[in-house]
């Protein structure tokens, strides 16, 4: 092979150095991923976001329609149906209420709001509440929290009335009154914390006192008048034997009209009040009314002679008090009854009608009657602004203890020596508003007393009250015209024994110290009774209130009958500004009625 053949060979064997040419699918794909990476960078870019203002502007695909579903035909029970307002919820496991409650005494009141299990226990029944009474003692359940280490709140009220919703398992419906849509008056036990003052309770029939009303008993209270009424429908007869009343009644008539506007609003309300709502006022009262007056029960019969001394007559629980002494069902039983009531100046106008019109109402039943109004204070008859608070004028306590014993002296047409002594001094001592200034000093100067030319001196004999009354033996006032002890007479204090002055603040005529209970041999039954055998005198101490089924019986009677009428002084719906009420409640003794909604 020639030379010139190699060196073409190898130029023809040499390989052309260049670039393919480029891959447009792969390209494409290429710059299509760039374009999403910067899409996603705009979109994680904070100024590229829709504000949430804006958020229905950006575009977003439709939801996709749902599918059809067949409806399922729900069997009811037509045994429920709808004779309350609790049957369109019964399966529910538990019922929502509420409730005016509080921690302690130094927590404000407030609602409460919780739920209660439909699950009741077996022998309770559930109650939808109507109506709640309210008076100035039951704020004194606040009195005992001053701590409350439980989570369990303290709820005010004690009475009740309403309807049953629910009974218990073990409640035979056949066999007793308790039934579903029964209307029904109550009491809570006085010693739980649980109140009435609720939307919906849950009733213990053994711990509480409930009452069945009957349809009879409810179309007699429609018409019943259950506001007790001051003014004077009657006059006395000339020689009637309640001369004290006719005596001690003033001519004066001022500031009896400034209250006619008050009184016919208050006679308004009570008047248009359905029957669940008149009856609701008369537990509390009359329970603590007969815990005063069991005393006094067995004398009665034996005697058939009593005196009564009310340091507080103007009080509702006075009045109550007043009221049952002079019902048919006790004047019956005696043969002369004599009431000493202490008020204040301002109630006593009002006292001795309230007297005058008893004594009237009364006049077929042939007791001798004898009412004493005497206050305790006079009244200031300076100029007075409006609004400017005057503090009360208190009589002196010789004074005072004059106007008694000319009280309690004065009937009399015979000499009184000490053997004829007993027979006109006090049975029963009722203290409701403190009797420490007057009743328990022991610095009454009787013999300034009987150097005064006093009414009741000359029937006194030798006109000697010294010797009369012991007076060289220094005791308290209550027990020089008090019965010795073996006579049965007896102290009730229905307010802390202590109370320095005669006040109507609930705050002040209760004390629940520890060291006061503690010492306190009368706070208890057991000890009550151990205490009074070493006294010189029955003392027993009824400042809690005690509850007895017999007594709400015994009550409801009273009150269907007319003999039990009430000074309701606000009747209200408990949403409207219910703390301004108790507020009230609690600086004068006063009475209230709540009504509940439906909740």
Not at 38 to 64: G, Q, T
Not at 301 to 313: E, Q
Not at 319 to 332: E, H, V
Not at 443 to 466: C, G, Y
Request: hydrophobic content about 35%.
């Amino acid at each position: 092979m020639s030379e010139g053949e190699t060196q073409v060979d190898k130029q023809a064997k040499k390989k052309s150095v260049g670039f393919a040419p480029l891959p447009e699918e792969e390209l494409n794909e290429h710059h299509a991923n760039l374009r999403k990476i910067h899409e996603e960078k705009l979109k994680s870019n904070p100024f590229h976001k829709i504000p949430p203002e804006l958020s229905y502007l950006e575009k977003r695909p439709l939801a996709p329609k749902p599918l059809g579903q067949h409806k399922k035909e729900t069997k009811t029970n037509d045994n429920y149906g709808h004779e309350h307002k609790m049957s369109e919820i019964r399966d529910l496991r538990s019922l929502a209420f509420k409730e005016i409650a509080t921690q302690n005494k130094n927590t404000e009141l407030n609602f409460n709001y919780g739920f209660i299990y439909k699950k009741i226990p077996s022998k309770s029944v559930m109650v939808d509440v109507k109506y709640v009474s309210l008076t100035s003692y039951d704020l004194d359940k606040l009195n005992k929290y001053a701590i409350n280490m439980s989570n369990d709140k303290v709820v005010l009220g004690h009475t009740f009335t309403g309807e049953i919703i629910q009974v218990g398992s073990k409640i035979d419906q056949t066999a007793t009154d308790y039934k579903v849509g029964a209307q029904v008056i109550g009491m809570i036990d006085p010693t739980s914390k649980r109140g009435s003052l609720s939307s919906t309770l849950v009733v213990d029939t053994y711990r509480d006192t409930l009452i069945v009303l009957t349809e009879s008993e409810i179309e007699s209270i429609k018409s019943m008048d259950t506001y007790l009424s001051f003014e004077d429908g009657t006059e006395f007869d000339v020689g009637s034997d309640d001369s004290s009343v006719a005596q001690n009644d003033r001519e004066e008539q001022s500031g009896t009209e400034g209250n006619n506007g008050d009184n016919a609003g208050k006679v308004s309300a009570a008047a248009s009040l359905p029957p669940l709502g008149k009856i609701a006022l008369y537990p509390v009262l009359y329970n603590r009314a007969k815990q005063a007056l069991t005393v006094c029960d067995s004398k009665i019969n034996k005697s058939r002679t009593l005196r009564v001394l009310i340091n507080g007559a103007d009080t509702a629980l006075g009045l109550t008090i007043f009221q049952i002494l002079t019902s048919p069902d006790y004047l019956k039983r005696l043969d002369h009854l004599h009431l000493i009531l202490i008020t204040r100046e301002q109630n006593e106008k009002k006292l001795l009608t309230l007297a005058r019109n008893q004594r009237s109402l009364r006049s077929d039943i042939p007791c001798q009657t004898r009412f004493g109004v005497i206050p305790f204070d006079m009244m200031n008859d300076d100029l007075i602004l409006p609004g400017e608070k005057v503090p009360l004028n208190y009589k002196k306590p010789n004074f005072f203890a004059a106007e008694i014993l000319q009280e309690l002296f004065e009937s009399t047409s015979t000499e009184i020596t000490p053997k004829t002594l007993n027979e006109h001094l006090v049975d029963l001592f009722v203290d409701i508003v403190g009797s420490k200034k007057y009743f328990q000093t022991s610095s009454i100067r009787f013999a300034e007393l009987q150097s005064t030319s006093l009414p009741f001196m000359a029937k006194i004999q030798d006109q000697s009250l010294v010797k009369l009354l012991r007076a060289d033996t220094k005791e308290p006032f209550f027990q020089k015209i008090m019965k010795p002890k073996n006579q049965q007479c007896g102290f009730v204090s229905c307010c802390n024994y202590y109370t320095p002055t005669p006040t109507y603040k609930v705050d002040e005529l209760f004390d629940h110290s520890v060291s006061d209970s503690s010492l306190n041999p009368w706070s208890s039954g057991w000890g009550s009774g151990f205490a009074n055998s070493f006294s010189n005198y029955y003392y027993y101490d009824e400042t809690a209130l005690r509850q007895k089924k017999g007594w709400l019986e015994e009550g409801l009677k009273f009150f269907l009958d007319g003999h039990l009428k009430f000074q309701v002084d606000h009747v209200i719906d408990w949403r409207n500004n219910f703390k301004k009420v108790l507020s009230s409640l609690r600086n004068e003794d006063s009475q209230v009625l709540f009504e509940i909604e439906e909740f």
